[in-house]
């Protein structure tokens, strides 16, 4: 299992950028793909992206194609993702988690707290 711990949320007009951080304590960090997702109250757990545990394989959501890219780096036990062109339906509580190569929440052993990104019109 690892720890992970979002950072980088914030209120933002739209069409704005944010660049979300997710820092991973423990061990065999590099062997994990990690995952993105977002929640608002009151609704399901939302897959945001995925990446795999070298980095060379990801998945998006189709809401955030080409305005989203997820990024690692294992030497620095960091996962990264950078918004760009942001809406309002973007408003959520985003967190990191470890795990398997999947969009499936189920597949994700390790979890952040999150951190909450604002979209305003």
């Known amino acids: 299992q690892v720890q992970l711990v979002e950072s980088g949320g914030g209120s933002v007009q739209a069409g704005g950028s944010l660049r979300l951080s997710c820092l991973a304590s423990?061990?065999?960090?590099?062997?994990?793909?990690m995952s993105w997702f977002r929640q608002v109250p009151g609704k399901e757990r939302e897959f945001v992206s995925v990446?795999?545990?070298?980095?060379?394989?990801?998945k998006y959501t189709d809401s955030v194609k080409g305005r989203f890219t997820i990024s690692r780096d294992n030497a620095k036990n960091m996962v990264y993702l950078q918004m760009n062109s942001l809406k309002p339906e973007d408003t959520a509580i985003y967190c990191c988690?470890?795990?398997?190569?999947?969009?499936?929440?189920?597949?994700?052993?390790?979890w952040g707290q999150g951190t909450q990104v604002t979209v305003t019109s």
């Open positions: 988690a470890a795990g398997h190569y999947s969009p499936h929440p189920s597949h994700f052993a390790s």
């Open positions: 990446i795999s545990w070298d980095g060379y394989t990801t």
């Open positions: 423990g061990r065999n960090f590099s062997t994990f793909a």
